[in-house]
């Protein structure tokens, strides 16, 4: 991949642009591509397969675009499709939204 290449963000809906713009704040010089799936926001209200099918969707298009990483910028589908995701994309850097651990 391209050093260029954008990193992929994706959220349900509007709330990960806060996220976006931390990215954009600590990575000034890297390519963004944000994904809103406000289609089918909340996520919250939806099974957990229907957001791993959403979570797929989406990072395939991500890829598609040519994206370097991914960042679930959504609790939800951090929860149901992180796990997934990076098994699916080993070489593949995938953030999610995971809380720290506390020692």
């Known amino acids: 991949m391209a050093g260029n290449a954008p990193v ?8 990960g642009l806060s996220v976006l713009r931390e990215i954009r704040q600590l990575l000034p010089h890297e390519s963004l591509l944000y994904v809103a799936d406000s289609g089918h926001v ?3 209200e939806k099974s957990p397969e ?3 099918e959403r979570s797929r969707a989406i990072a395939e298009f991500l890829l598609a675009q040519g994206a ?3 960042v679930l910028a959504c609790n939800t589908a ?5 796990a997934e995701l990076r098994e699916r994309y080993p070489a593949l850097p995938i953030v999610g939204m995971e809380p720290a651990v506390k020692p």
């Open 8 to 15: 992929g963000v994706f959220d349900s809906g509007v709330g």
């Open 42 to 44: 909340p996520y919250g």
């Open 50 to 52: 229907f957001i791993r």
């Open 68 to 70: 370097k990483a991914l």
């Open 78 to 82: 951090t929860v149901a499709a992180v």
